[in-house]
């Protein structure tokens, strides 16, 4: 690795280690043999990938894999018991990025998984301490629009004023452009249909909900600011777990399947079928009264006892 690229990996890699490797029980060798795999594994994700240096973006399944796959050049033991020591380091900072059920394959990654209702309250700080009103309204987008709204990051960066409406009581986003898609209705959450209206009305028809005096439409704009914004105990938003919660939620609410992929603009939930296997689970008791009332849609009375 290049001395240029060891520095900008240097600080995430050796505070990685240090996080997730108990380095008391470990020999001198062992523990830059850790913190060399990591480097490794931040710059592929860095430099080769264009990901920012966060643990949700560099510790995954799929990085990790892919790593070994195209950029390792080693015997099969050597190659197993380096992609373990990454991957217990990966498990341990970010456990959402390693499901045990997931095959993985080149250019797939899992989705990540949804924010804690702690994790979700630290965001809401941050969005509140940016430095000044015109960057907190900008976290307060990211907010809004992801954890919100569902929107992807690109989303995100496109959505203007005259994509906002109301539909009664509702507050919703019409968000286009992924891989060339038309428009989708999404619903806004109650909290934060204030913060989206506002904005709306501020920005105009044709301004942008998000850094609205860029002329910068792609995602590193995003991407930039959350990386160099305040954040208390590493709390930075990453707008794939801000869909995914608001996936997960609508999932766990019990909203139909077809619903939620209309809104959030997918195929098929797939990739989240644990939760909706969590959600069949935990609602199960609530339909069985509702199956039994299913004859009477035919008309038909319960037979008497006795």
């Known amino acids: 690795m290049s001395p240029r690229r060891w520095a900008d990996v240097a600080d995430f890699s050796r505070n990685a280690v240090l996080e997730a490797v108990d380095i008391e029980h470990y020999s001198d060798d062992q523990t830059r043999a850790y913190l060399g795999y990591v480097a490794r594994l931040a710059s592929y994700v860095h430099h080769i990938c264009g990901r920012p240096l966060t643990y949700e973006d560099v510790f995954t399944q799929a990085a990790v894999h892919n790593l070994f796959e195209f950029h390792v050049d080693a015997g099969a033991r050597a190659r197993g018991s380096r992609r373990s020591m990454l991957e217990s380091v990966g498990r341990y900072l970010n456990p959402a990025g390693f499901p045990l059920d997931v095959e993985v394959r080149y250019g797939y990654e899992p989705p990540a998984g ?11 700080e941050w969005s509140r301490s940016q430095g000044d009103a015109g960057r907190n309204a900008d976290a307060r987008m990211i907010l809004a629009l992801g954890l919100g709204a569902g929107l992807r990051a690109s989303e995100i960066m496109s959505t203007v004023g005259s994509h906002v409406t109301r539909e009664g009581e ?3 986003v019409l968000p286009r452009g992924y891989r060339n898609t038309g428009p989708r209705h999404t619903v806004v959450t109650a909290d934060f249909e204030e913060d989206v209206l506002r904005r709306a009305e501020q920005v105009g028809q044709d301004g942008h909900l998000f850094r609205p005096d860029s002329e910068n439409r792609t995602t590193s704009v995003l991407t930039t600011f959350m ?31 077809a619903v939620i992929v209309e809104m959030a603009g997918l195929a098929d939930l ?37």
Not at 114 to 124: D, F, G, I, M, S
Not at 244 to 255: A, F, K, P, R
Not at 279 to 299: C, D
Request: charged fraction near 30%; proline fraction near 6%.
């Open 170 to 172: 509702a507050v919703i």
């Open 114 to 124: 949804p924010y804690t209702q702690a994790e979700v309250r630290a965001l809401h």
């Open 227 to 257: 990386k160099r914004t305040h954040a208390d105990r590493r709390i930075r938003p990453d707008t794939r777990r801000l869909r995914s919660t608001w996936i997960v939620d609508h999932i766990l609410e019990g909203l139909p399947a």
């Open 270 to 306: 797939q990739h989240y079928r644990a939760w909706v296997q969590r959600a069949g689970a935990e609602r199960a008791s609530l339909y069985v009264e509702r199956s039994r009332r299913l004859g009477q849609v035919h008309g038909l009375p319960p037979e008497r006892k006795g």
